[in-house]
């Protein structure tokens, strides 16, 4: 009797969460609308229609509902019901709304549109504040496409994406599902409780596409899109858009709708072009429809983005709100295209609740228990927008193919074919794989990592890897080695270390390392191999100093508490200072010779900079991320920090127990960066550096705090941390030091406005650097610099003009950079 109890229940169950409204939405040609937007009049329980303009409304009471189906550039259609038993069949034909100019007065001294804008702008924080907090539902559904994918991308084979393409090499490549419960409070709060997400072919895999990373709220003046865009209503909106009325219509509550067309007053401004509909009289936004491109949105593999929002009123509530937002994309890079969207319905509002402050922690995203383990019949219950044919067929196909591929007869065969040794190996080096058990193991090439110095002349590098991941790769287990072998010096050299990962959480990581290596005085490393290789050979310039280390490590890392991380290390060191062995040069100069390898005097050949010696360093290290909130996967965490707020570093170094009692040292250090957005002005960010030593009056001079310069006049990386224009150790020191850079990209707000120069696409960039320290007087450089050079996608070329000042004028500098995205 029990059993048969609990099988009614499960029947009964069964029965009420399937209980829906459905049906297919048409045009009057009888074409499928896609993401019609459907739900009971008054309330916020709906739903959109997919792709192919079949919806599920899901209810649990019968009775006299009346359905409401909004799209825009369609007349707004109401259908009343009387529903006694579900599911309850109800499909719709929808009209296309006349939109005229008929009704309205134009006045010829200015663009109505204008006026339009400029009320809605008015009202824009007025209608911004009417939702002080709520509580909603949320689902999203994100796909992406690739087509015509290449059988490599940069050298590397990349299969069928785990089943996802068929023989035109074309199809599905993602296809995930969130339901979650959000809850909301002014200005900025949001935090997001995920109950269920699924990714097709990966029943353990969790969605990315989460509420928060598509919360894009129209009445900001600036939305974060890859770049900073600026609203159509912004406050500033009228340097950046032009408007034209397109019409007007009147919805289902009787309120006049104006469609307005945006366009952008310059091409590549961080802008949208499309329509926004304003509410007369209210001045509320109705609903947008946006594109933006990869070039204004700063994102380059992409090349269209569109943004279609729908909202909805609720007498209730006295309130417009977004029920639906629907993300379309299309993509290209290196060959390959395609595109994708992402869907959100939001729905079963709350507005204005008790929530308050305190209500909200530092997590924004965690899950529920078995979030990602929810059976089809469970989706079933909560999907609000069904699966097209598309997206059921690569349910089936990746669910179906996970089993296979997840065996060990296929992750072997698999493995045969990639562990086989190639001709082109020789070059990228080789690498062998273990799927099923998890690990992985290499070689490099010693031809890939052949450099030049004075000290070693040319040298090579083998290196090698083994690597053994645990649960999901949250824990691992990595253990590199390398050898060196220097042909001018005849010396082989070589390091080994172990990494272990305790947990994906606070991740802690131990590890453990020694061996002999050449090193460079300033253990930032400020000239790379290539460049030092080039300059030596073609010039005649042997900028990199270097010393001859042996040590043993241990280090250890892990997150405290959440914002806190701290770092400690001990090690044992030998130094020994080494001397240049060859003046091997390609273009050798009758007026010029290469330098001694001596940092502290460039003509002291053979002369040691210190004296060998032994000594053990300890340091402690700590990161603060003030206010960093955090995303909780399951035993896994993601920190987000808060741009609001610095990043603040603070660190210990002791150096103790030398073989020579003057090399022992203390050292205090303390470090600020931060980098924001201000509005649509731009990218300001700064990083500042200050430290004292303590009984280190005689160091050896790779314990002094070096300051990264540059004397090739070829930028890389951040320019936050180099002076372009300084030598790489003239400034060294043993006492305190203060070291500023700041650096502000204009991002297209300057060099955008100017008549034929905005076709470019060129941002402008300024900066600021000083330096200073007991034993020299300050120093400054100042640099303007124009980013962003290249064509097409391929933007990757930094010019700037350096000025330098040291008690007056030093010098100046032309700088080009290189970046990769």
């Not at 072919?201 to 899109?225: C, K, M, P, Q, R």
């Not at 001045?283 to 990869?294: K, P, Q, S």
């Not at 060859?582 to 940092?599: F, G, K, M």
Request: glycine residues 6%.
């Amino acid at each position: 009797m029990k059993q048969k109890l609990l099988l009614a229940l499960c029947l009964f169950t069964t029965y009420i969460s399937f209980a829906q409204i459905q049906g297919t939405v048409t045009d009057k040609n009888n074409k499928a609308l896609p993401f019609v937007n459907i739900y009971i009049e008054n309330t916020y329980t709906g739903t959109t229609s997919n792709t192919e303009g079949y919806y599920e409304l899901n209810l649990t009471k019968t009775g006299t509902h009346t359905v409401v189906f909004q799209f825009l550039g369609y007349k707004t259609l109401k259908k009343k019901v009387d529903i006694s038993s579900f599911p309850y069949n109800l499909d719709a034909v929808l009209i296309d709304e006349e939109i005229t100019l008929n009704e309205v007065v134009i006045n010829s001294e200015e663009n109505p549109a204008n006026k339009i804008i400029r009320q809605a702008i008015a009202k824009r924080k007025e209608n911004l504040e009417k939702i002080q907090s709520y509580k909603a539902d949320f689902y999203s559904r994100g796909l992406i496409r690739i087509k015509n994918a290449p059988e490599k991308i940069l050298g590397q084979e990349i299969g069928d994406l785990g089943g996802g393409l068929d023989s035109t090499r074309s199809g599905v490549i993602y296809l995930s599902e969130t339901v979650s419960k959000l809850e909301f409070l002014r200005p900025n709060r949001l935090k997001e409780k995920i109950i269920a997400s699924k990714v097709s072919g990966d029943d353990n895999g969790f969605s990315f596409n989460n509420a928060i990373d598509v919360d894009f709220e129209i009445y900001d003046n600036t939305i974060e899109l890859g770049n900073q865009i600026v609203s159509p209503i912004a406050n500033n909106a009228f340097g950046y858009y032009n408007y034209k009325l397109e019409g007007v219509f009147y919805d289902d509550k009787g309120n006049l709708i104006n469609k307005i067309k945006a366009t952008p007053k310059r091409d590549n401004d961080p802008v949208f072009s499309g329509f926004i509909y304003i509410v007369e009289d209210q001045w509320t936004v109705y609903g947008i429809e946006l594109d933006i491109t990869g070039i204004q949105a700063k994102i380059p593999a992409a090349d269209k983005i569109t943004i279609t929002q729908n909202y909805s009123y609720s007498q209730n509530y006295a309130i417009w709100a977004k029920i639906s937002q629907v993300i379309d994309f299309q993509y290209g890079l290196f060959g390959i295209k395609g595109d994708g969207r992402f869907t959100a319905v939001y729905s079963n509002y709350s507005f204005n609740t008790d929530l308050t402050q305190k209500d909200f922690g530092r997590e924004i995203v965690s899950f529920e228990d078995e979030a990602n383990k929810k059976d089809s019949t469970y989706w079933k219950t909560l999907r609000p927008v069904p699966l097209t044919d598309e997206e059921v067929l690569d349910y089936q196909k990746k669910d179906s193919i996970q089993v296979v591929r997840d065996s060990k007869t296929y992750k072997d065969s698999v493995d045969a074919v990639n562990n086989k040794f190639k001709l082109g190996d020789i070059l990228s080096g080789y690498n062998y794989s273990n799927t099923y058990e998890n690990w992985s193991a290499g070689i490099t090439s010693p031809i890939s990592k052949i450099s030049f110095n004075t000290v070693q002349g040319w040298n090579a590098n083998v290196g090698g890897y083994f690597r053994k991941n645990y649960d999901d790769y949250k824990r691992y287990l990595s253990i590199n080695g390398n050898l060196n072998y220097g042909f001018s010096d005849d010396r082989l050299r070589g390091t080994l270390s172990a990494t272990y990962k305790f947990n994906d959480v606070s991740r802690p990581f131990l590890s453990v390392s020694g061996g002999v290596v050449v090193q460079q005085f300033n253990s930032s490393e400020p000239i790379s191999n290539l460049l030092n290789s080039a300059y030596s050979l073609l010039a005649e310039k042997n900028y990199m100093k270097l010393y001859d280390l042996s040590y043993v490590n241990v280090a250890f890392s892990d997150e405290v508490f959440n914002g806190l991380r701290l770092n400690a290390s001990l090690s044992y060191q030998r130094r020994k200072a080494l001397f240049n062995t060859t003046d091997q040069a390609w273009y050798p100069q009758d007026d010029r010779d290469y330098t001694s390898n001596n940092p502290i005097d460039p003509t002291a050949y053979g002369v040691a900079p210190f004296e060998t010696h032994n000594i053990i360093k300890a340091s402690l290290d700590a990161r603060i991320n003030f206010d960093q909130d955090y995303l909780s996967y399951p035993d896994s965490k993601y920190n987000i920090p808060n741009r609001k707020f610095p990043t603040l570093y603070l660190g210990y170094e002791k150096g103790f127990s030398a073989s020579v009692d003057d090399y022992n040292f203390d050292q205090v250090k303390a470090r600020l960066t931060q980098s924001f957005n201000i509005a649509d002005k731009g990218l300001f960010q700064y990083n500042i550096k200050a430290g004292k030593f303590f009984n280190a009056d005689d160091i050896a001079f790779m314990d002094y705090q070096h300051f990264n310069g540059n004397q090739t006049h070829i930028g890389q990386g951040s320019y936050l941390n180099v002076f372009n224009n300084l030598p790489y150790y003239t400034a060294s020191t043993n006492d305190s030091y203060l070291e500023m850079h700041a650096e502000h990209d204009f991002n297209g707000f300057i060099l955008g406005k100017i008549p034929l120069l905005n076709k470019l696409n060129f941002n402008l960039i300024i900066g600021a650097h000083n330096l200073a320290t007991p034993d020299n007087k300050p120093y400054q450089e100042y640099t303007i610099g124009i980013d962003n050079i290249g064509f097409g996608k391929f933007r990757f070329l930094r010019l700037d003009y350096l000025r330098s000042y040291q008690s007056g004028f030093q010098s100046d500098a032309i700088l080009f950079g290189l970046k990769f995205f």
